[in-house]
């Protein structure tokens, strides 16, 4: 008898659910560069199959299945148990549930990363491995009106429990006092860096450190711990094993690029060599805890170096046409971008001249002195000016200005106190 293989693509509703998380990828353009030709991503031969049983005769599978009926002379879909063939999950074994959280536009998800093998097999308490349970989740960082939801998914996992938090971003561990609630028993593993900013009331009981380099069993399933600093100084990442799909945090995002937190650590050299660290991996496939599985890590992870040589560039010749301040870096290599962002593109900017004074490629004249102290008051108030003058301003838009307007107001007045203190004692 013929055996016949059957390629389906489900087509979402909207192009833009964010929470259809694989969805049919075109590969992206090849880089010109070089250096990035080395790096080719694999066929995917992985993606999930499964067999078309018969429906009992005179039934007919609920889907709507298009074109089903084009194809009767070769093959009647509509007679086969397509429904169970579709339960289907990619990566094998990992299930991702987005749900709400208070991220950054234009996100609005969190993906809770689920591993709970069906078939559990022996062999994991071998003390070889750092951590060993049933099930593993990953960044519960759902919002309040999401807790009943996550208690849900705790309430199905097997007991022996173990929770992975990639960093300490809210959006990342909102959910972890309801996990501990749930599961007291759960083993929480977190690099020391994240466990310092971790809240009591987020997780009160022991834990176990990871810096990278460890391997957990989860169910008779490894996963490797990779170090991943440069989002924070204490992000890690998972690698599954079996399928070599990496599990990265923050440090890649399903749209644009991820903004790395300067006052937790954050540190672009450590970026880089991460960004780097992961193409070495040769994963199959990234899964980041906002948007979608990307099919192409390899492009995508060249695409971030890229991206971030190309700004180091333009922030550098900003500063050799001579932008010594901030803002005016800023505004010259962040000129195309919508100034409601260059907030959170300072940042990036402050660590990449950072970076740029660690390779010794900045101007004999230009002073890092002059540059931190520029970074703060100095550069709301001229964002703040900036930005008023941008044109027409949203009620939404006004309300966060006189926000920051208070906010540089107390922050005068804080520095005018300190100094005038100083000059009296």
């Not at 490797?224 to 995002?253: K, N, P, R, Y």
């Not at 672009?268 to 991996?281: G, P, R």
């Amino acid at each position: 008898m013929a055996v016949y293989r059957l390629a389906v693509i489900i087509q979402s509703s909207s192009d833009n659910d964010e929470n259809t998380l694989l969805v049919r990828q075109t590969p992206p353009p090849k880089l010109p560069e070089e250096e990035y030709s080395n790096y080719v991503d694999s066929d995917l031969w992985d993606l999930p199959s499964a067999p078309l049983n018969p429906l009992p005769h005179g039934s007919r599978s609920s889907l709507a299945i298009d074109c089903a009926d084009a194809c009767t002379d070769r093959l009647n879909l509509g007679a086969f148990d397509v429904d169970s063939a579709l339960d289907q999950e990619y990566p094998p074994g990992v299930t991702l549930v987005p749900l709400r959280s208070r991220t950054q536009p234009p996100f609005r998800t969190t993906n809770l990363v689920v591993i709970a093998p069906n078939n559990v097999t022996d062999g994991c308490e071998d003390s070889s491995f750092a951590a060993y349970g049933d099930a593993l989740l990953m960044d519960p960082g759902c919002r309040s009106d999401c807790h009943t939801k996550l208690m849900e998914i705790v309430a199905a996992l097997p007991r022996k429990l173990v929770v992975f938090v990639t960093h300490h971003h809210f959006d990342h561990v909102d959910g972890l006092s309801i996990v501990q609630k749930c599961n007291p028993d759960a083993t929480l593993l977190a690099h020391e860096n994240t466990m310092r900013r971790i809240g009591k009331d987020d997780w009160s009981r022991s834990h176990i450190p990871i810096s990278g380099g460890e391997v957990i069993c989860i169910g008779g399933q490894r996963l490797e711990v990779i170090s991943a600093l440069g989002h924070t100084d204490g992000h890690m990442a998972l690698l599954h094993i079996s399928t070599q799909s990496l599990i990265v945090g923050d440090h890649c995002v399903g749209q644009g690029s991820a903004v790395l937190d300067i006052n937790s650590g954050g540190n672009m050299k450590d970026y880089f060599q991460t960004t780097y660290n992961f193409l070495e991996l040769s994963p199959h496939v990234l899964i980041p805890m906002h948007g979608r599985v990307n099919l192409w890590p390899k492009r995508m992870l060249c695409g971030y170096l890229k991206h971030r040589r190309d700004r180091e560039s333009s922030i550098l010749q900003a500063i050799e046409n001579g932008a010594h301040t901030l803002f005016d870096i800023l505004a010259k290599s962040y000129a195309d971008v919508d100034k409601k962002l260059w907030i959170p593109a300072s940042s990036n900017v402050r660590l990449h001249v950072d970076f740029l004074a660690h390779q010794d490629k900045l101007p004999k004249e230009f002073s890092m002195e002059k540059f931190k102290a520029s970074c703060r008051l100095d550069f709301l108030s001229r964002w703040v000016w900036a930005y008023l003058k941008g044109g027409v301003i949203s009620k939404a838009s006004k309300l966060m200005t006189c926000k920051l307007l208070t906010a540089i107001a107390v922050v005068g007045f804080a520095s005018f106190y300190s100094v005038k203190c100083k000059s009296s004692t």
